[in-house]
């Protein structure tokens, strides 16, 4: 796949910046965030397409899919990143939301020369975790051109998986190819095609719109509550505590006897809400709702 730079939006020069480097520092540090004040702009503008993309991988996960994103370089460890932190923060599964990065995971802190131009490895890693048609696959690629994630969207669409892009240029190959494409238009980058900066910010906060609003429509938030937090270290615990308090009035003393009983702020909250001290018939219901609170405490009441 021949590379033309001159026809990638982010590898043009920002005429704003052009002498950045004779600039005081304060300088720099204003014509950096002056450039990132765009990046929101940009974002914003790509909202209905979020949202439809956001409701695709509801539908996945409502069909024991999987949220799949893949990159290459800064978008792989973009991905990387907002997966692995949906188990602490959810409570899924590491296979529920996870990304799979040209060069594998040692590519995450030192570059795998080649990996990214590769037109198998990407079909090669989306075999070997099973893809399958009830899971969805995101490419992450600024210029929405890079090989290994081209290929694997090409593999996903041949078994009938659903199929979606982050990328930060308008027109590109991948969101010619996929279902559901966010084009996040963020202009030239403040260093020369250094894509790490705007197009890596954009992609960040569109995998956060993306993996947060998932979840939230999967009952895993009750108000704007982590309620499925895992208490893993001491600050965790004092969160739990104090969400437990919060969304439903108990005392801090009731709150740590009800964590100690029920074993998560949800099955917990779902007692105090529903008045029913019951840890059998709360599993029921949250196995039956899929994990989703609000449903769970409407299937307790209804079957109390």
């Known amino acids: 796949m021949s590379v033309n730079l001159k026809k990638i939006a982010t590898e043009q020069r920002n005429n704003d910046t052009k002498n950045i480097d004779l600039l005081s520092t304060k300088d720099i540090l204003m014509k950096i965030n002056d450039e990132d004040a765009l990046v929101s702009l940009a974002v914003r503008k790509e909202i209905d397409k979020i949202t439809a993309l956001v409701e695709a991988v509801v539908s996945s996960f409502y069909h024991d899919g999987r949220l799949i994103y893949m990159g290459a370089g800064t978008s792989g460890r ?16 590491d296979e529920m939301v996870q ?21 198998t490895l990407g079909v090669e890693d989306l075999k070997k975790i ?25 593999y996903a669409k041949s078994i009938g998986a659903k199929t979606g892009c982050i990328v930060t240029v308008k027109n ?44 939230i429509k999967m009952g895993r938030v009750y108000e704007n509550y982590m309620i499925d937090v895992q208490a893993t270290n001491e600050k965790l615990v004092a969160r739990s505590e104090s969400i437990l308090q919060q969304a439903s009035g108990v005392s801090p003393e009731e709150a740590k006897e009800y964590l100690k009983k029920y074993g998560s702020v949800k099955k917990a909250l779902i007692a105090i809400l529903t008045g029913v001290d019951d840890l059998e018939r709360i599993d029921k219901a949250l196995e039956k709702t899929k994990g989703h609170i609000r449903n769970a405490i409407s299937e307790v009441k209804n079957n109390a």
Do not use: H, W
């Open 78 to 93: 973009i991905g990387i990143i907002d997966a692995v932190e949906c188990r602490p923060t959810f409570s899924v599964s």
């Open 99 to 119: 990304c799979l990065m040209a060069g594998g995971k040692d590519a995450f802190i030192k570059a795998v020369e080649g990996a990214e131009d590769s037109k």
């Open 130 to 154: 099973g893809l399958n048609k009830n899971d969805i696959v995101v490419g992450i690629a600024a210029s929405g051109r890079t090989p290994y994630v081209v290929s694997a969207i090409e």
């Open 172 to 215: 590109s190959i991948l969101a010619q190819m996929v279902d559901y494409p966010i084009e996040a238009e963020v202009g030239q980058e403040v260093i020369t095609g250094s894509t790490r900066m705007k197009s890596g910010t954009a992609q960040k906060m569109i995998c956060n719109m993306i993996s947060t609003t998932s979840m």
